[in-house]
């Protein structure tokens, strides 16, 4: 009995994490048929718009070639006709005196003086376009904007087809980011370009996160790999040499190394704390040096059951906003910057970016002046998303993430 009763408690538990995943499938079944709805009329009217561009500038340098014909052609053929009517007049002059008798020595003296006159008439002006006709650089400038396109295509194309990040391609790219993780871990990315005007710059990376139960302290229970809640018995987990052993912690699976990252967490009950940990970080620390943010080799946002505290160091600067049950994650490993969001109704409020910044002369803040000597050093490790649940029954669930929170993030 007491075997049958605790399988009947697994399936129970197996029933009650596959509702919340199938619920979570579901959601991201809808988000992703959004998503490429939206994208698909966005593409669209881009290209309807790139190709007005392209045909407004094609009807600009037609009427340019056209303006500059019809200018140059009058000028030279002035000019020529001037230059024939001046031959023609030359030619009749000699031949009139050529056509004078011998005899007639005053008749051919007037026909030899028209001559002479004809000889000595001012020159037609010379024509302003000898050097260079000015509508041939229109080749020059149309093949460069044709290079141009090519070229950004090329880029963005490859982006696509995953071969955006330094020129490596998509296998190559998981393997430096991930090192031994399978595929199926990036199976959880979406790439978001950061502009659509320029193939160079930096892309954001929608991070859906998966919580690693390797990590995951005994005091912590997970609901399938996108819920976690603290527990007041202890889970037999395995033994791992990732395990956190005195805080109650659990991070993410997935590596950050390069690029921008976003994702997003629900803070469903309790304390909690929501950041980022160096990969190579002892989870064996003590609980007043393992906690995070209470050390440098990780920083956090604490939710503490009256304000949002921000940590990094032993250090924390409190921030005075309202409760946000939704909390939106910012890495850009660029910028050096970590920035938590509040997100309520695809609305983004900044509640604190951790950044080295500079301050005016005689101001002093210890939070930021902690920033400022050593959380640039941080990124010099690769890092996973990290959870502290700090007080009993606490509980958190990973995303799913917003697009248009995204998309925002985007335009910034």
């Known amino acids: 009995q007491a075997q049958q009763a605790k399988f009947l408690s697994d399936v129970e538990n197996e029933l009650e994490e596959l509702a919340v995943t ?15 709805t939206k994208e698909r009329e966005r593409v669209e009217k881009l290209f309807a718009e790139a190709s007005e561009v392209l045909a407004t500038f094609q009807k600009e340098v037609a ?32 031949q009139n005196l050529e056509n004078v008798p011998s005899t007639d ?16 008439e001012n020159l037609s002006p010379a024509l302003s376009f000898q050097n260079e006709l000015n509508f041939t650089k229109c080749t020059q400038a149309v093949g460069a904007v044709k290079d141009v396109l090519s070229a950004a295509c090329k880029n963005q194309w490859d982006h696509l087809q995953g ?35 320029c193939p160079f710059l930096p892309h954001t990376v929608a991070f859906i996160i998966d919580l690693d139960s390797d990590t995951a302290d005994k005091f912590i229970q997970l609901f399938g790999t996108k819920g976690a809640k ?11 040499p990732t395990r956190f052993i005195n ?3 659990v991070l993410g699976v997935n590596l950050m190394n390069r690029g921008n990252y976003y994702w997003e967490v629900e803070l469903i009950d309790g304390w909690v704390s929501i950041g980022v940990i160096a990969e190579d970080f002892d989870p064996r620390e003590s609980y007043n040096r393992g906690r995070l943010g209470r050390n440098e080799k990780s920083c956090c946002l604490q939710w503490n059951g009256q304000n949002y505290v921000a940590w990094f160091g032993g250090f924390e600067s409190v921030i005075q906003q ?3 049950h939704t909390i939106g994650v910012f890495l850009e490993y660029s910028e050096k910057a970590l920035t938590f969001y509040g997100v309520k109704d695809s609305k983004m409020t900044c509640l604190q970016q951790l950044k080295v910044s500079h301050f005016a002369k005689g101001q002093f803040d210890p939070f930021q002046n902690k920033i400022n000597h050593q959380f640039a050093s941080l990124f010099l490790c690769k890092l996973k998303p990290a959870f502290f649940l700090e007080s009993v029954d606490a509980h958190l669930q990973i995303g799913p993430l917003k697009k248009d929170c995204v998309s925002v993030l985007k335009r910034r």
């Open 322 to 324: 309202p409760f946000f």
């Open 230 to 240: 603290r527990v007041l018995c202890p889970i037999p987990y395995p033994e791992s």
């Open 163 to 197: 071969k955006g990040i330094d020129g490596l391609s998509f296998q190559e790219t998981e393997e430096g980011l991930s090192g031994d993780q399978s595929r199926e871990g990036w199976g959880d990315f979406l790439l978001f370009p950061s502009s659509s005007l």
């Open 247 to 249: 805080c109650e912690q």
């Open 105 to 120: 020595t005053i008749y051919f003296l007037q026909e030899f003086q028209a001559l002479k006159v004809a000889m000595e």
């Open 22 to 36: 199938i619920a979570q499938a579901k959601k991201m079944v809808e988000l992703i048929k959004g998503a490429a």
């Open 63 to 94: 009427s340019f070639i056209e303006d500059g014909e019809r200018s140059m052609l009058g000028e030279a053929e002035a000019d020529l006709r001037w230059k024939e009517e001046r031959r023609a007049k030359l030619a009749q002059c000699k």
